[in-house]
């Protein structure tokens, strides 16, 4: 029988990139995401290279009774998930503190922090029901360190590090195993949409260095998932050959701030 992961911002990036690498290893899915076009050809792309089942949620995860009725909404023979990939999150902005935009902080904290919380609220039980199960965050590089101008940003990334590491404590003694994979600079649409939609500016932050690609990070959650029964990856650090740290990158052989991760 197939396993069930269910994983959250699906429509690009490494939520598309996890699907394809979960379904080409005999998974069935439920992706979900807030642009069901996108996530309706995931669908047709999976079933027809990989036989792989897929049900397709379009709600929006910063919604509670959105995210409670979708998972309520699985049909019996879709409840048995025995993966969660809690993917989706996004930046907003870049400005200091003092001049941070509020409707960006509501949107960062919303979508990372509680979107994560409702769908992991509503999935935990399962597993816990069944006495196993693994749960993957995808945190950041920012859950590890800070830079300028990322401030609430970091701090919802730091908050799902935290959140990953309460996880693992409580839902251990069900069987259930808690997973944190933290990439560095990814070029995926994550600068776009921090920047929003301002293409040359979210191309800048990449320009000179090769970054992480979402297939790199698809690879780490993978590995995660298929060790065996006895093994847990408590917390994996991916970065780039050419980012040392949060901010110390090399471009072209001159050392530069970088504007994401």
């Known amino acids: 029988m197939r396993k069930i992961a269910l994983i959250t911002g699906a429509s690009a990036g490494i939520g598309t990139a996890t699907a ?48 409670e009725a ?31 935009s509020a409707d960006d902080w509501d949107q960062m904290i919303d979508t990372n922090i509680r979107g994560l919380l409702y769908i992991t609220r509503k999935v935990a039980p399962l597993m816990v029901k069944r006495g196993y199960g693994h749960i993957v965050n995808i945190t950041s590089i920012a859950a590890k360190e800070v830079y300028e101008n990322g401030n609430v940003y970091c701090a919802t990334k730091h ?26 600079m990814v ?17 800048k932050v990449y320009e000179g260095l090769a970054p992480l690609s979402a297939d790199d990070v698809a690879e780490a959650v993978w590995f995660a998932l298929s060790r065996p029964a006895h093994v847990n990856i408590n917390d994996m650090l991916l970065m780039p050959t050419a980012q040392a740290n949060i901010t110390t990158t090399v471009r072209k052989q001159n050392l530069s701030q970088t504007e994401t991760s």
């Open 70 to 100: 979708a998972i309520d909404s699985l049909p019996k023979s879709w409840k048995n998930v025995d993966v969660l990939i809690n993917n989706a999150g996004l930046a907003a902005g870049l400005a200091p503190i003092q001049e941070g």
């Open 20 to 67: 394809e690498i979960l379904a080409e290893n005999g998974y069935n899915l439920i992706v979900t995401g807030r642009r069901k076009g996108l996530l309706d050809k995931l669908k047709s792309e999976l079933g027809v290279k990989f036989k792989s089942d897929v049900l397709v949620l379009n709600f929006d995860i910063r919604d509670r009774a959105q995210t």
């Open 159 to 184: 908050a799902v590090d935290a959140l990953t590491r309460g996880m693992r404590i409580d839902l251990v003694k069900h069987g259930v195993k808690v997973t944190s994979i933290a990439p560095g």
């Open 187 to 203: 070029n995926t649409e994550f600068s776009l949409v921090r920047f929003k939609g301002d293409k040359a500016r979210a191309d």
